[in-house]
Each structure stands twice: as structure tokens, then as C-alpha cells.
């Protein structure tokens, strides 16, 4: 499978995958005038966090070979790819009972800002050559390499 | 080889499913007493209407088409035999196996409280019948109590909220959720429910159902002396396994079956999984042991590398709690942190660097690492923050093949 992966070193916290992703997913357009950010159904997907030495760090959905989201998921929301690898977040089968969220050893996930009842997670751009995030990261930090694990 | 998987939820399913991804040529059958797959965690969704029981499939339509698995359904096991390695059906069919799982699950358990289970409308609430029951006889019904204000009974008052009933909920505990919630996290459902008309009795036990002639259901008498009329009582106050097809002194019962890191029971190609070993009925180890089993039923070993049962995520009246580890400092060698902020709530127990336990009620955001920390008993003593600002950050590290590890 292909993943996206992370040079932390090289992350300087300017966000730009992070303004990228909620860009990528706006109902209202893909481009950068049509971003409001006052407004709260734009959402990351991905998000930076800082370590106690204000190092930061990306947290971005691994989509694992051994998805925890996907084993406590109740419903059939979440599943795993078996050829593509992709864990995949599906809003209509959702039962927002948040196992997921709890679950996430990374803490990639949470709830959705407006309503509280779906979970934002990354899709990989639902397809696109490359994903927004990775194409507007200005010093290499994120990339996409096929990794050759599948469940 | 003869796979053969008794049950057909989140332990039974994930099984099959592993065993199909491991063999490709093995002949897989699955026998189930439910004549439908579906979610049992969500059958008050079904209560309150906003989902079918069709709705509740956590797999695809073609599941067993497409993996070529032979389902049995609305079937129940009857006897198993171990030594001839078969499994008499209830309409007398005869299966033999090469690996057997049982995966039978658990039923609800009707406690002895005086014509509790004489009366015709008391119902438990764990299969799709018990819903069925529920929305035949609920227009005849005004009101109802529900008994037992664990996680069960709160999904079933949350169920019933949407219909036109008069809802009461009776709890020994002095608080709802006493096993997931503090006194300060229960109390603000207590007061959201109350706010919507439940009626919340705690600290009292049922002690007498009231039935006339025809043994219909009148009322329940609680031990405050009170009578709450009632015409019907949804029992929620806990399950037991599903094992009467099981002879003494063949697979190993405790509190259900008994089984190794492997899923294997004491007898040999016997594996089990899920609430029918008794020990943490929750649908994350359910779908693990399954998993677990299927790898080794098919010969490739995998130990079981989760026994941590003690989480839970709620989400009631929109409001999101999860629960994991302890709820309370044992003594006062564990620290107990709190930050409030009008409803929201969040508590963390931390022992010698070590987090037991956590209530996040309101903003669960990212917290998949507090569940992490806790079950990993991961050191933070060197972590230089707030423990509520913890994150993955401060434990961040790739892997070669991109996956993220925890490094203290
Ligand atoms: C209302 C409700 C809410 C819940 N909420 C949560 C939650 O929020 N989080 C959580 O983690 N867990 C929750 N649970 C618990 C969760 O549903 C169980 O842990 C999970 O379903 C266990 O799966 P299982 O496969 O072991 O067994 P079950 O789901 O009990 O399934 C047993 C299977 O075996 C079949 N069967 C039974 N007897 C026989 C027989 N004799 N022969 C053949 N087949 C048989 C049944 O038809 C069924 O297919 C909830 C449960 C309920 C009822
Ligand atoms: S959400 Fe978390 S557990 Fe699920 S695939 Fe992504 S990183 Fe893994
Ligand atoms: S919130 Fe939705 S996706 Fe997450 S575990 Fe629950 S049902 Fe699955």
C-alpha cells in the first residue's frame, strides 16, 4: 500500500498540510478564496502537535496494517481496504459512538466541531493523484512512498 | 479443512473472515441462532426509529457469497460432542469440524426479583426479538421502566426518548453508570435525561412486579416503599453466556468459557471468543478474540495482545464521555487531576508516572493516546507538561514502513 510518511525533523509547524486538507475537503470549493476558517464545518483531517520542547509533530492516520478504529468500530463505518489498504470512514453507517476516537493510539481522530455526530477522518483525497497535504508541504517532511504491507 | 464458527456477531464474523484471508481453499461454515447480522450495540437505534434492524449489518450484503462462507442462519447449537468432533443442530442436523470456534455470545440475564419473570411484558434487550417485542406491544404501553442504569439501560431509555412513553429508570448504585462514571459525570446525564422527563430512581432495588390475573404488568415495587405503575420493564441488568449446548466436564467454564492467550480452550480444535468467555463482554475484545482464533485455527500462532476491557465511549442527549481504566483514586498514593469548564468535564488518575484512569466527558478529542498511556501503562514522569496536554506528540516516533510507535 501506498502511505503517506513523515520526515519529522523536517516540519516546521507552518501548517500548510493542515490548511491544505481542510481546503481539499470544503463543501464550498477546493480553492484557497473559497476557505473560510471562521467556519467551523472546515475541518483537518490532519493536525500538528507539539511535545513539551515545542518540537512539532504530524499526526496523520497511518491507515495501519492493524487498525485499531476498525476493530472497535460497531457499526461497519470503518473498514480496511484489503487490496488498497485504506481505511476508510463511511459517514452513513456511523453510529457515533466515538469507540473509534477512544481508540486511535495516535489520537488522529475526533469529532466533528458542528454537530458532534460524525468523526473526521483522513480518506487519502478519496483518490487524488497526490494528496493535498502532501503537495502543498514546502520542505519535504511529507511524502508518499508504497510501503508493501497489506492486511 | 473444516472450519466450523458458532455465532455469527462481532466475535463469529471477524473469525470467518480471518480464517478466509488465511485459507483460500478451506470449507468455512457458519451457524447462527440470529437469522440476520447486526450490531447488537445499536439495537436502541432501532427503538427509537432512526435505524432498521437491516440498518444494524456491520458487513456487507455479499459478505458470505464473497468469501465463499456457508451461513446457517436462524440455527441454533445444541449439543457438541468433542470426542467425535460434532455439532448436533436444534433440527437435528449434524456437523462435524476440523477447528470449531464458539462464539455464542451471551443472552440476557432476568435476575430472581418476585414475578419479575412471570410477567408478559418484561423483556431484556440484546436481541433483534427483544426490539421486536418492544415496538409490537409499546403503543399498548404509557409507561415503561427500565431496569438496571448501566450502559445497556441508558442506551435503552435513550432508545425510548424518542417515542411517546413515560420512561423510569431504577439503579442500585446510587448513580447511572456506576461502573463507567464518577458521581460528578453521571449526575450531568442524570440531570440532561431528567431535563427530557426520565424518571431516575438510584440507590433503591426492584423488589416485586405487580401483576394482574393474566399476569400482565401493573407496576414495580422498589424497596423506598414506592410502586411505579408500569404495563412494561426492559431488563437490563446483565448477561450470561450462551453455553447449554456444552456437557459438563468437557471445555472448561469459569464465568464463561475459559481460554488461553491463543483463544484455544482445554479441549483440542476448541477455540472461543468473545462475551461467551464471560470475561470483558465489549465488542473491541469480541472482534480481537475472533481475529486471534482464526489465525490460530488455521496454524499461523497469534497471542492475544489486548485483555484491556475497561473503556468505554458514551454519547447520550449529544453529549460524548469515554471511560478507561479506573474511575477513582484507590488511595491517596494516586493523584487525581480535574479540569471543568461548564459541562465539560476531564479527570485523570496518574499513579508513580503511570495514568489508571480517565474521564473525558465533553471533549473527547484525540484521545485515543489517553486510552493508549493507560492500557500500555506507558511512563509520562518525563513528560514536562500538563498532564491534560499530553499527546502523542511527546511519544512521537516512525517506523521504517511509516507506522507510528510510542517511544518513552
Ligand atoms: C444494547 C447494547 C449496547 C452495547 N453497547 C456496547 C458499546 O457501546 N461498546 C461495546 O464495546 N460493547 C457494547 N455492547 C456489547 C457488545 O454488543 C458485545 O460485546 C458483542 O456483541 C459481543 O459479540 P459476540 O460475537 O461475542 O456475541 P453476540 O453479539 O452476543 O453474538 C452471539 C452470536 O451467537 C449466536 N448464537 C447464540 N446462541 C447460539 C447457539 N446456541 N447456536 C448458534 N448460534 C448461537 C447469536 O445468534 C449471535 O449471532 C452492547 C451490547 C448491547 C446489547
Ligand atoms: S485512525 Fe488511527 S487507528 Fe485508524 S487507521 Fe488511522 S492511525 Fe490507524
Ligand atoms: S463513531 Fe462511527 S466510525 Fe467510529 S466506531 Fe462508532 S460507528 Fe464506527
Known amino acids: 500500500m501506498k502511505r503517506i510518511k513523515i520526515k519529522q525533523d523536517l516540519c516546521m509547524a507552518c501548517m500548510n498540510c493542515t490548511i491544505a486538507c481542510m481546503a481539499e475537503h470544503n463543501e464550498q470549493g477546493k480553492g484557497i478564496f473559497d476557505l473560510d476558517l471562521t467556519d467551523l464545518k472546515n475541518e483537518s483531517r490532519n493536525h500538528i502537535s507539539l511535545d513539551s520542547q515545542k518540537k512539532p509533530a504530524p499526526i496523520f492516520c497511518r491507515h495501519c496494517d492493524e487498525p485499531e478504529c476498525v476493530f472497535t468500530c460497531m457499526s461497519g463505518a470503518m473498514t480496511k481496504d484489503s487490496e488498497t489498504g485504506i481505511v476508510s470512514y463511511n459517514e452513513d453507517k456511523c453510529s457515533s459512538c466515538f469507540m473509534c476516537v477512544m481508540s486511535c493510539p495516535y489520537g488522529v481522530l475526533k469529532t466533528d466541531e458542528l454537530r458532534n455526530s460524525v468523526v473526521i477522518k483522513c480518506d487519502v483525497c478519496d483518490g487524488r493523484e497526490i494528496p493535498r497535504c502532501v503537495e502543498n508541504c514546502p520542505t519535504g517532511c511529507l511524502y508518499v512512498e508504497e510501503v508493501g504491507v497489506c492486511l | ?408
Open chain 2, 1 to 408: 479443512m473444516k472450519y466450523l464458527v458458532l455465532g455469527a456477531s462481532a466475535a463469529g464474523i471477524n473469525c470467518a473472515k480471518t480464517i478466509r484471508s488465511l485459507d483460500k481453499e478451506g470449507e468455512i461454515t457458519v451457524v447462527s441462532k440470529d437469522d440476520k447480522v447486526y450490531s447488537r450495540c445499536m439495537l436502541h437505534h432501532v427503538v427509537s426509529g432512526s435505524r432498521t434492524i437491516e440498518n444494524l449489518n456491520f458487513v456487507s450484503e455479499d459478505f458470505f457469497e464473497k468469501l465463499d462462507i456457508h451461513w446457517m442462519k436462524g440455527k441454533n447449537a445444541k449439543k457438541l460432542h468433542i470426542e467425535d468432533k460434532k455439532v448436533v443442530l436444534d433440527d437435528e442436523s449434524i456437523l462435524s469440524y476440523d477447528k470449531l470456534l464458539i462464539a455464542t455470545g451471551a443472552s440476557s440475564f432476568i435476575p430472581p426479583i418476585k414475578n419479575l419473570r412471570e410477567g408478559n411484558q418484561v423483556v431484556g434487550f440484546r436481541d433483534a426479538e427483544d426490539v421486536e417485542m418492544i415496538l409490537q406491544e409499546y403503543s399498548h404501553v404509557k409507561d415503561i421502566v427500565v431496569l438496571g442504569g448501566g450502559l445497556v439501560g441508558i442506551d435503552v431509555v435513550s432508545g425510548l426518548m424518542a417515542k411517546k412513553v413515560n420512561i423510569s429508570l431504577v439503579e442500585f448504585a446510587d448513580r447511572i453508570l456506576p461502573l463507567q462514571l464518577d458521581k460528578r459525570s453521571a449526575t450531568t446525564y442524570e440531570d440532561l435525561f431528567k431535563d427530557n422527563g426520565v424518571h431516575i430512581h438510584t440507590g433503591v432495588k426492584a423488589e416485586e412486579v405487580l401483576l394482574d390475573e393474566s399476569n400482565n404488568v401493573k407496576g414495580l415495587k422498589i424497596s423506598s416503599g414506592e410502586v411505579i405503575p408500569c404495563e412494561m420493564i426492559i431488563v437490563a441488568t446483565g448477561v450470561r453466556p450462551n453455553l447449554s449446548f456444552i456437557s459438563e466436564n468437557t471445555v472448561n467454564i469459569d464465568k464463561g468459557i475459559v481460554v488461553d492467550e491463543y483463544c484455544a480452550t482445554n479441549i483440542a480444535d476448541v477455540f472461543a471468543a468473545g462475551d461467551v468467555c464471560g470475561t470483558h463482554p465489549i465488542w473491541p475484545l469480541a472482534v480481537k478474540q475472533g481475529i486471534t482464533a482464526g489465525h490460530n485455527m488455521v496454524g499461523k500462532e497469534k497471542k492475544l495482545e489486548d485483555h484491556f476491557g475497561f473503556r468505554n465511549s458514551l454519547n447520550f442527549m449529544d453529549l460524548q464521555t469515554v471511560s478507561i481504566g479506573i474511575i477513582e483514586p484507590v488511595d491517596d498514593t494516586y493523584e487525581e487531576h480535574i479540569e471543568e469548564d461548564g459541562i465539560e468535564y476531564k479527570k485523570i488518575i496518574v499513579k508513580d508516572g503511570i495514568i489508571q484512569g480517565a474521564i473525558l466527558q465533553g471533549d473527547i478529542s484525540y484521545c485515543g493516546v489517553i486510552t493508549t498511556l493507560i492500557k500500555n501503562k506507558v511512563d509520562i514522569s518525563k513528560v514536562n507538561k500538563n498532564v491534560f496536554d499530553i499527546n502523542y506528540a511527546d511519544f512521537f516516533s516512525v517506523a521504517e514502513d511509516g507506522s507510528y510507535e510510542y517511544v518513552v
